[in-house]
Each structure stands twice: as structure tokens, then as C-alpha cells.
């Protein structure tokens, strides 16, 4: 069944040429594009949807996600905004909340943040382990999120659990729990902090990661300056994020990780200006690292402690309002960024995966259309509810 999507008025293609067509068509058939181009020369199709002049653009990539969880943490966000700064340990609180729960129920809960950032025009979501913390709710963790999500990360090592020896606990990451998450997750995360884990034991996590197969990022230099990008880059990690607080080292770093030739992809910098927000963290250097010719991602890092919004476009509002980036290159960060983030940048013909986060001819028919002539009014319309149509692999959700 091939659907024609008509009279788009700008569509932003976020393809390798960053092209951006005025009254585009594209036509979807299954789950990918077979046609995109000027709306005049549009092909016939089973069923058409005219867009009447909206403006089009890949659905959202949120690479950076902690969604299975279950309890509230508003009190400890509102001492935050009265003053208190933020510590890793409220996921401790988030920890007991969700062990309690039921699978049920904590299905029920992923389920509605998923459809909540879908009918926002995220249409690819990676999620985290990393609020079981024990061998088996763990385990529960990244089996419930690898039926409901696009990618699975593994967190074991967000929070040394109350009770144990921080190596002991980084022992037990490394084997028995790593062991128990492997079928259900591609990728391995580490919180690498102060107040979480030590330079020398996300090392050891992260290597225990890479022999187990994972794809790996990291949790890095959110709350101070650290270790974060430079294990990153050590590793050869997929991404690192939170990067508020870098060094010129830092930068070179992450930006040497980029010159390894074509079609070698780099550590991404994932930016999450809504935790900063939460948090009252600066935000990241984000013109500076691409200047410095590093390819960054945005994402909302939703989850219960310091960001509890899965709103793609807010993000891609706050960086253009307070992070000096162009709307242009706030959408590419949202989408094509959050691709190269979790490698689905392109196909993979191993797995039969299509690339998402650009629209292409083969790509995965991931589509937003807004209530708005022009992607520019994510930013210049700031807050208010745009996305007006959302299609997903050739579905629509929205
Ligand atoms: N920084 C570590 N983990 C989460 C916060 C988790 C929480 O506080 O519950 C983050 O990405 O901000
Ligand atoms: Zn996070």
C-alpha cells in the first residue's frame, strides 16, 4: 500500500545534502520511502494526504532516555527549584519505587511514556536499564523495554546501591548482571561522577561491555569537570553525554574521533538541555563542539530525577533560545544526530534495519508534519503544541 503525502510545504530532508524542498511530496510504501520530491511531478498512490502547505521533517531520534521506572520524585525537583542541587542519589529513590512494582504495571508505565513522546513526533527511542540495580530487576528492566523500545542500553552502573562496596558492586556489573541483560540490550552505558562511579570502575564496566559485544556510551562531565569524554573516546564509544563541563582537551578529543575517514563514525556528543535546565547545569558548549567538527545529538533524557519531559521539540526550542545553534542545526542534532548516536544512521543489512533519522529513498518512513509553515517555528513558537500529524515506519500514530 503506498500512501502519497502531498503539498509539503518545506520539507527538511536532513539527507546528506541537508536538502530542504518547498511543496514536496514523498511517498511511503510499508514500513520506508520510495519517493521524495516537488509535489508537481508526485506519482499516483493507493491513498494521498494532502499536508496543505505544513512543514515536514524526519520524526525525532531521542538517544538518551531512562524510562522504565515507576514512583515520583516531585519533592526532591521541588527542592531543587528551591535551591538544592542535584546529587545521583535520588536514583536510589526511584530504585525502590521500581523494584516494587509489578511487570505489569511497569509495562503499562513504559508503554504510556512511549505513545506520550510518539504523539510529540519521536518515532525512534532508545531507553536505559539502570533503576534495578540487582541482577534480577535489572534483567526485568531490559526485558520489559526490549519489547516496547527501538534500542536498549544497559545501565547496572548508575548508582552504587545502598549496602554495597562501590567494587564489589562494579564486580558484580561486570559478570552476573551483564550476563543476565545481554540478550535483551545492544548497547552499555556507565554513570561516570562523582557521587556514581570512579574513572578506574567505568573503565572496568566499559570494558567488560565491549568484550560482551555492547556498543557502548557514556554518562559524561555533566555535574563537574571529569573523565567522561576521554573514556569515551578511549573506548570508541557511540556517544557521550551530558557534556556540560568540558576542557579544550575534551573538545580536541572528541573532535580527533571525527577525522578517521569517511563512513567512520565518531564519539557523539548528545546534549540534553532539559536536564540542564532541571538541573541548573550550564549548558553544553554545543557551537563550539561543532565548530570544532564534532557531530552532536540532541535528546530529552527522560526520567523521574532531572528531566521528566520527552518533548523533542522543547529541547530543539531551548537550543536554538539558549545554546547558539541554528534551527537547522538544532533539527539535524534531534534527528539525524540521535541516528548517528545509536548508529542507525544507515541501513544495516545484517539486522534488515533502515537508516531513520533522514528522509531518504529506503529510509524508514519516520515523518512529522506541523501545524506551521516552517520548522523555524519550533523555535519561534516556543512551548506550543505543533506536531500535527506523526508517522512511524509507514504508520501513523498520530
Ligand atoms: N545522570 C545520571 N542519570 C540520569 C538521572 C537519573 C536520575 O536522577 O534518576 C541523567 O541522565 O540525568
Ligand atoms: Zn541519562
Redesign the pocket.
Same mark, same amino acid.
Given at each position: 500500500m503506498a500512501i502519497l503525502i502531498t503539498h509539503i510545504g518545506e520539507l527538511t530532508t536532513q539527507d546528506a545534502g541537508h536538502a530542504v524542498l518547498r511543496d514536496a511530496a514523498m511517498v511511503l510504501e510499508g514500513e520506508r520511502i520510495s519517493w521524495i520530491g516537488p509535489a508537481s511531478a508526485a506519482p499516483a498512490a493507493d491513498t494521498a494526504y494532502d499536508a496543505g502547505g505544513r512543514a515536514g521533517l524526519p520524526g525525532w531520534v531521542d538517544s &538518551?532516555t &531512562?524510562l522504565v !521506572?515507576a514512583g515520583d520524585?516531585t519533592a526532591e525537583f521541588e527542592a531543587r527549584m528551591a535551591g538544592e542541587s542535584?546529587a +545521583?542519589g *535520588?536514583?536510589a529513590?526511584?530504585v525502590e519505587a521500581t523494584r516494587a512494582a509489578g511487570d505489569y504495571d511497569l509495562t503499562r508505565l513504559l508503554l504510556a511514556r512511549v505513545a506520550e513522546a510518539a504523539s510529540g513526533g519521536t518515532t525512534y527511542i532508545e531507553t536505559k536499564t *539502570?533503576?534495578g540495580l540487582d541482577v534480577a530487576h535489572e534483567a526485568r528492566s531490559a526485558r520489559i523495554a526490549a519489547g516496547v523500545v527501538d534500542e536498549v542500553t544497559f /545501565?547496572g552502573a &548508575?548508582l552504587v546501591p545502598r549496602g554495597w562496596d562501590a567494587d564489589a558492586y562494579t564486580d558484580l556489573v561486570c559478570g552476573p548482571m551483564l550476563d543476565a541483560v545481554r540478550p535483551f540490550v545492544r548497547w552499555a552505558d556507565v !554513570?561516570c561522577?562523582t557521587g +556514581?562511579f570512579t574513572a578506574d570502575q567505568s573503565r572496568r564496566v566499559l570494558a567488560a561491555c565491549a568484550a560482551a559485544g555492547l556498543g557502548l556510551r557514556v554518562?559524561g562531565n555533566? /555535574?563537574g569537570p571529569g573523565h567522561g569524554v576521554a573514556l569515551a573516546v578511549e573506548f570508541g564509544a557511540a556517544s557521550v553525554? &551530558?557534556v556540560n563541563h568540558l576542557s579544550d582537551g575534551d573538545v580536541d578529543a572528541l573532535a580527533g574521533t571525527w577525522h578517521a575517514g569517511p563512513g567512520r563514525p565518531g564519539t557523539v556528543a548528545t546534549c /540534553?538541555p532539559a536536564?540542564d535546565l532541571s538541573?541548573r547545569q550550564p549548558f553544553p558548549p554545543a557551537r563550539r563542539l561543532l565548530d570544532a567538527g564534532v557531530q552532536i545529538a540532541l535528546a530529552s %533524557?527522560c %526520567?523521574? *530525577?532531572?528531566?521528566y519531559t520527552s518533548s523533542m521539540g522543547f529541547c530543539v526550542a531551548t537550543s536554538v533560545l539558549q545554546m547558539g545553534l541554528t534551527v537547522h542545526e538544532a533539527v539535524r542534532a534531534a534527528t539525524y544526530g540521535g541516528a548517528l548516536a545509536l548508529r542507525r544512521h544507515v541501513g544495516d543489512d545484517a539486522d534488515g534495519r533502515r537508516a531513520v533519522g533522514s528522509l531518504a529513498v529506503g529510509h524508514r518512513a519516520d515523518l512529522q508534519l506541523l501545524n506551521a509553515p516552517s520548522a523555524a517555528h519550533l523555535a519561534y513558537r516556543p512551548g506550543m503544541p505543533l506536531v500535527h500529524a506523526v508517522w512511524k515506519a509507514g504508520t501513523r500514530v498520530r
Amino acid at each position: 500500500m503506498a500512501i502519497l503525502i502531498t503539498h509539503i510545504g518545506e520539507l527538511t530532508t536532513q539527507d546528506a545534502g541537508h536538502a530542504v524542498l518547498r511543496d514536496a511530496a514523498m511517498v511511503l510504501e510499508g514500513e520506508r520511502i520510495s519517493w521524495i520530491g516537488p509535489a508537481s511531478a508526485a506519482p499516483a498512490a493507493d491513498t494521498a494526504y494532502d499536508a496543505g502547505g505544513r512543514a515536514g521533517l524526519p520524526g525525532w531520534v531521542d538517544s &538518551h532516555t &531512562h524510562l522504565v !521506572f515507576a514512583g515520583d520524585r516531585t519533592a526532591e525537583f521541588e527542592a531543587r527549584m528551591a535551591g538544592e542541587s542535584y546529587a +545521583a542519589g *535520588g536514583i536510589a529513590v526511584t530504585v525502590e519505587a521500581t523494584r516494587a512494582a509489578g511487570d505489569y504495571d511497569l509495562t503499562r508505565l513504559l508503554l504510556a511514556r512511549v505513545a506520550e513522546a510518539a504523539s510529540g513526533g519521536t518515532t525512534y527511542i532508545e531507553t536505559k536499564t *539502570g533503576y534495578g540495580l540487582d541482577v534480577a530487576h535489572e534483567a526485568r528492566s531490559a526485558r520489559i523495554a526490549a519489547g516496547v523500545v527501538d534500542e536498549v542500553t544497559f /545501565l547496572g552502573a &548508575h548508582l552504587v546501591p545502598r549496602g554495597w562496596d562501590a567494587d564489589a558492586y562494579t564486580d558484580l556489573v561486570c559478570g552476573p548482571m551483564l550476563d543476565a541483560v545481554r540478550p535483551f540490550v545492544r548497547w552499555a552505558d556507565v !554513570f561516570c561522577e562523582t557521587g +556514581a562511579f570512579t574513572a578506574d570502575q567505568s573503565r572496568r564496566v566499559l570494558a567488560a561491555c565491549a568484550a560482551a559485544g555492547l556498543g557502548l556510551r557514556v554518562h559524561g562531565n555533566q /555535574l563537574g569537570p571529569g573523565h567522561g569524554v576521554a573514556l569515551a573516546v578511549e573506548f570508541g564509544a557511540a556517544s557521550v553525554d &551530558h557534556v556540560n563541563h568540558l576542557s579544550d582537551g575534551d573538545v580536541d578529543a572528541l573532535a580527533g574521533t571525527w577525522h578517521a575517514g569517511p563512513g567512520r563514525p565518531g564519539t557523539v556528543a548528545t546534549c /540534553l538541555p532539559a536536564c540542564d535546565l532541571s538541573t541548573r547545569q550550564p549548558f553544553p558548549p554545543a557551537r563550539r563542539l561543532l565548530d570544532a567538527g564534532v557531530q552532536i545529538a540532541l535528546a530529552s %533524557n527522560c %526520567n523521574p *530525577g532531572t528531566s521528566y519531559t520527552s518533548s523533542m521539540g522543547f529541547c530543539v526550542a531551548t537550543s536554538v533560545l539558549q545554546m547558539g545553534l541554528t534551527v537547522h542545526e538544532a533539527v539535524r542534532a534531534a534527528t539525524y544526530g540521535g541516528a548517528l548516536a545509536l548508529r542507525r544512521h544507515v541501513g544495516d543489512d545484517a539486522d534488515g534495519r533502515r537508516a531513520v533519522g533522514s528522509l531518504a529513498v529506503g529510509h524508514r518512513a519516520d515523518l512529522q508534519l506541523l501545524n506551521a509553515p516552517s520548522a523555524a517555528h519550533l523555535a519561534y513558537r516556543p512551548g506550543m503544541p505543533l506536531v500535527h500529524a506523526v508517522w512511524k515506519a509507514g504508520t501513523r500514530v498520530r
